[in-house]
């Protein structure tokens, strides 16, 4: 079945720091991938997407990209605040239209 | 008034208690979610309906049912509540192809 392998964590850096938090995956035919954040005492809300091969999604300074050849989505950030202090999650959608989460990530950015 | 509306937020029940999590949503959306969230273990699946006549298990279901009352309305219940039923329970609502999804605000769950 479909799977999601996230970085562990936690992961804690200094402000303005470069961010990168690995996603692999495992999936028949072609998913999409997303990124999820959730701040302290709130639900999740979806950064970014991308629904096909080679593609990048990017919001608030996040990018990933959509790697089909090693099965990757790997977010980055260039210069990490205080406020991006949260919980990271990959998922895909696959076949069965489902998303599948990875374990999160916990970043703290000390400033 | 949000998305995705859970209720209660924050719930503390004995064990072997039949306790009720609502969730409504106002995206006017058929799919509709329930995910459990562990530390370390990201969400998994609960259940899952597709429209109001369609009912499906997902990874974890035991000791869980659900009801789907009304398009826009899903609730789930767990019959006699175990101290490992403690988590954090999300609902979700999502688009026809599985790319959009509004997920509520929690119900946290604590099981003595």
């Known amino acids: 079945g479909d799977s999601v392998t996230q970085m562990e964590g936690p992961v804690t850096l200094s402000e303005e720091a470069f961010l990168t938090i690995n996603c692999t995956y495992t999936?028949?035919?072609?998913?999409?991938l997303f990124w999820y954040v959730q701040y302290p005492g709130e639900g999740l809300q979806l950064l970014l997407k991308?629904?096909?091969?080679?593609d990048k999604g990017s919001n608030k300074g996040f990018e990933a990209t959509y790697r089909k050849e090693t099965t990757s989505f790997h977010l980055e950030k260039g210069s990490v605040q205080v406020s991006d202090s949260a919980v990271y999650f990959c998922?895909?959608?696959?076949?069965?239209?489902?998303?599948?989460f990875g374990s999160g990530t916990q970043l703290t950015v000390l400033p | 008034d949000a998305d995705v509306t859970q209720t209660p937020r924050n719930r503390i029940t004995k064990t072997g208690k039949r306790i009720m999590l609502e969730c409504s949503q106002t995206?006017?959306?058929?799919?509709m979610y329930w995910y459990r969230q562990d530390p370390g273990l990201g969400l998994r699946l609960i259940y899952y309906?597709?429209?109001?006549?369609?009912?499906n298990k997902g990874e974890i279901s035991d000791g869980y049912s659900v009801s789907r009352q009304a398009q826009a309305k899903f609730s789930l219940s767990l019959e006699s509540a175990i101290p490992n039923q403690t988590a954090l329970y999300f609902c979700a609502t999502s688009e026809p192809t599985g790319k959009g999804y509004t997920f509520g605000s929690g119900t946290r769950l604590t099981v003595v």
């Open positions: 999936a028949t035919g072609y998913p999409s």
């Open positions: 998922a895909l959608s696959g076949s069965a239209r489902q998303l599948t």
């Open positions: 995206k006017g959306h058929d799919r």
């Open positions: 309906s597709f429209d109001v006549k369609d009912i």
């Open positions: 991308a629904t096909k091969a080679d």
